[in-house]
C-alpha cells in the first residue's frame, strides 16, 4: 500500500496569516502516460463529510475560495491556505488514488490563533 | 444538484452483519463509479471499495476481502455496502462517494452512517 505522510500533525494560524500542509507519498503517484498526479486534498469540520477542495494534485476544484492553492509532483505535494479566515478551521487530509487501495494522509488539524 | 443520502445510524452486536444504503440523485448514475469509505473515532479516512454502477464490476480493499459486499439498484439509483463478521474495530462512519471513472478524487460525499459494535 502507499503510506501518505502528513506534517504537520496539527497548526495553530492567525487570521490572515499564510500557512502551508505537506504530504509525502511512499512511491511516486505520478502517472506517467499521461502527466497527472493521483493526489486530493480534502477538507473535513467536526461532523460532515470530507470536502474536496483540490484534484490532480494542483487544480481547484469548482467553488473552492482561491486562497487555497496545491502544488507537487511525484511524491511531494504542498496545500497553501494564502490567507487563513475563521472557516477554514478544519482537518486537511490528502489523498493518493494512483493505486487500490486509496490511502489517505492522517490529517493536519488547523485551529484559530 | 447532486445528492447521497445514506440509510441511518445502526447498533451490532459481534458476529453480525450491517447493510448500508446509499441513494444519489442529481445526475446520471451510471456516469461514475461509487466508493465506500469509513472513518474510526479519531482515525484517519480509510478506503474500502468500488463498485462500477454500469456493469457492477468491483474493487475491494484486501483489508475487507472476504467480509463486505458492494451491490446496486440502477433503476433505484442506489448502492448498498454489506460488511459481515462485525467486530468493535469495525465501529465507524461509512461514507459513500462518487468518482469520475475507476480513479479518481471524490467529489461528492453522503452524509455518513454510523455503524456501531458492541456486545
Known amino acids: 500500500d502507499i503510506v501518505m505522510t502528513q506534517s504537520p500533525d496539527s497548526l495553530a494560524v492567525s487570521l490572515g496569516e499564510r500557512t502551508t500542509i505537506n504530504c509525502k507519498s511512499s512511491?511516486?503517484?505520478?502517472?506517467?502516460?499521461?502527466?497527472?498526479?493521483?493526489l486530493a486534498w480534502y477538507q473535513q469540520k467536526p461532523g460532515q463529510p470530507p470536502k474536496l477542495l483540490i484534484h490532480?494534485?494542483?487544480t481547484r476544484e469548482s467553488g473552492v475560495p482561491d486562497r487555497f492553492s496545491a502544488s507537487g509532483s511525484g511524491t511531494d505535494f504542498t496545500l497553501t491556505i494564502s490567507s487563513m479566515q475563521a472557516e477554514d478551521v478544519a482537518i486537511y487530509y490528502c489523498?493518493?488514488?494512483?493505486?487500490?487501495?486509496?490511502?489517505f494522509g492522517g490529517g493536519t488539524k488547523i485551529e484559530m490563533k | 444538484q447532486v445528492q447521497f443520502v445514506q440509510s441511518g445510524a445502526e447498533m451490532k452486536k459481534p458476529g453480525a452483519s450491517v447493510k448500508v444504503s446509499c441513494k444519489a440523485s442529481?445526475?446520471?448514475?451510471?456516469?461514475?463509479?461509487i466508493h465506500w469509505l469509513r472513518q474510526a473515532p479519531g482515525q484517519r479516512l480509510e478506503w474500502m471499495g468500488w463498485?462500477?454502477?454500469?456493469?457492477?464490476?468491483?474493487k475491494y480493499s484486501q483489508r475487507f476481502r472476504g467480509r463486505v459486499t458492494m451491490t446496486w439498484d440502477r433503476s433505484a439509483s442506489t448502492s448498498y455496502m454489506d460488511l459481515t463478521s462485525l467486530r468493535s474495530e469495525d465501529t465507524a462512519v461509512y461514507f459513500c462517494?462518487?468518482?469520475?471513472?475507476?480513479?479518481?478524487?471524490?467529489?461528492?460525499w453522503g452524509q455518513g452512517t454510523l455503524v456501531t459494535v458492541s456486545s
Open positions: 512511491q511516486s503517484v505520478l502517472y506517467i502516460s499521461n502527466n497527472k498526479n493521483y
Open positions: 463498485i462500477d454502477v454500469d456493469n457492477g464490476a468491483t
Open positions: 442529481g445526475y446520471t448514475f451510471i456516469d461514475y463509479t
Open positions: 490532480w494534485a494542483s
Open positions: 489523498q493518493q488514488y494512483y493505486n487500490v487501495p486509496f490511502t
Open positions: 462517494t462518487r468518482t469520475r471513472g475507476d480513479y479518481g478524487s471524490s467529489d461528492y
